[in-house]
């Protein structure tokens, strides 16, 4: 099994990235499949996730309508556009993937972890 992050990089305050993640090595359709991302110094912080059997997402406030994730069954990727990046947004950025419905994630409860992606927003 393996999640396959890609997309970060080094960009300015208020443009945009799209973060991939390719999941293979099972079916993923029961799965909640996440983001997280995690800053110098401090913890993993859960972002967003969303469900392969509805259209249930969840986002924490912090980017709320600045981030959307979504995704594609038939190549069994996600994806997590982030747009207006703010310099707090800094960090690395994990795919995850639990198995069920419960769309807020802990980091202790995930099954399988993306290898990170760093995202740098300069101000």
């Known amino acids: 099994v393996q999640l396959q992050a890609s997309g970060g990089g080094l960009v300015q305050a208020r443009d945009s990235l799209r973060l991939s993640c390719a999941a293979s090595?099972?079916?993923?359709?029961?799965?909640?499949m996440g983001w997280f991302r995690q800053a110098p110094g401090k913890e993993r912080e859960f972002v967003s996730a969303m469900s392969w059997s509805g259209s249930s997402t969840y986002y924490t406030n912090s980017v709320k309508g600045r981030f959307t994730i979504s995704g594609d069954s038939a190549v069994n990727t996600v994806y997590l556009q982030m747009n207006s990046l703010k310099p707090e947004d800094t960090a690395v950025y994990y795919c995850?993937?639990?198995?069920?419905?419960?769309?807020?994630?802990?980091?202790?409860?995930?099954?399988?972890w993306g290898q990170g992606t760093q995202v740098t927003v300069s101000s």
């Open positions: 995850a993937a639990r198995f069920g419905a419960t769309l807020y994630l802990l980091p202790k409860e995930v099954d399988y």
């Open positions: 090595g099972r079916t993923f359709s029961r799965y909640v």
